[in-house]
Antibody
Framework: QLQLQESGPGLVKSSETLSLTCTVS??????????WGWIRQPPGKGLQWIGS???????YFNPSLESRVTISVDTSKNQWSLKVYSVTAADTALYYC?????????????WGQGTLVTVSS | EIVMTQSPATLSVSPGERATLSCRAS??????LAWYQQKPGQAPRLLIY???TRATGIPARFSGSGSGTDFTLTISSLQSEDFAVYYC?????????FGGGTKVEIK
């Protein structure tokens, strides 16, 4: 079954760029069956959807983050990436990648295990 | 943006009892509503999609209902492993939005 794994630095300095990658296993990122998304969770708080990308490169973003976020796909590596620019302490969170079925369930499944990113001053 | 509101924020329930969690959308999401369970230190797990369909491997004690703006997740008889935080999420419109969560704790 499809498996996802996040990777990237766990510590980013304030005002710099947060970069994360999610790698797909047991499946293809070229699949038209999924949107590929990013969700984050600040410590002790709830879930916030950041954005998603389709296999064809169409992107959708949370309006509150859209000006600082890009999502891209690298089909050669079977992965997709997140960049958050000009980070502050408010961007400290557990970052998850997840697949969302285009048809069928429509829910976010599967999820990666998550990776904690801390923004330091 | 569709705002999802969950209630209550915390629900204290004894093992074996029934738990009823609510989720309300600020506008209709049809049946495009999912429920997730999150335990400490774990990623969320999809429980229910399409408002009422259990995801693969989810026990029958979990059930979802509702459409439009009002939704309910019911756990018929709480087991020890069910104490967790539950989130609803709409996927009817971009941006995707989550509710604030309901923590189900042991009474």
């Amino acid at each position: 079954q499809l498996q996802l794994q996040e990777s990237g630095p766990g510590l980013v300095k304030s005002s710099e760029t947060l970069s994360l990658t999610c790698t797909v296993s047991n499946g293809s990122i070229r699949s038209s069956s999924y949107y590929w998304g990013w969700i984050r969770q600040p410590p002790g708080k709830g879930l916030q959807w950041i954005g998603s990308i389709s296999h064809s490169g169409n992107t959708y973003f949370n309006p509150s983050l859209e000006s600082r976020v890009t999502i891209s796909v690298d089909t050669s590596k079977n992965q997709w990436s997140l960049k958050v620019y000009s980070v502050t302490a408010a961007d400290t969170a557990l970052y998850y990648c997840a697949g969302q079925a285009v048809v069928g369930t429509g829910g976010l499944d599967p999820w990666g295990q998550g990776t904690l990113v801390t923004v330091s001053s | 943006e569709i705002v999802m509101t969950q209630s209550p924020a915390t629900l204290s329930v004894s093992p074996g009892e029934r738990a009823t969690l609510s989720c309300r959308a600020s506008q209709s999401v049809n049946s495009n509503l999912a429920w997730y369970q999150q335990k400490p230190g774990q990623a969320p797990r999809l429980l229910i999609y399409g408002a009422s369909t259990r995801a693969t491997g989810i026990p029958a004690r979990f059930s979802g209902s509702g459409s439009g703006t009002d939704f309910t997740l019911t756990i018929s008889s709480l087991q020890s492993e069910d104490f967790a935080v539950y989130y609803c999420q709409q996927h009817n419109n971009w941006p995707l939005t989550f509710g604030g969560g309901t923590k189900v704790e042991i009474k």
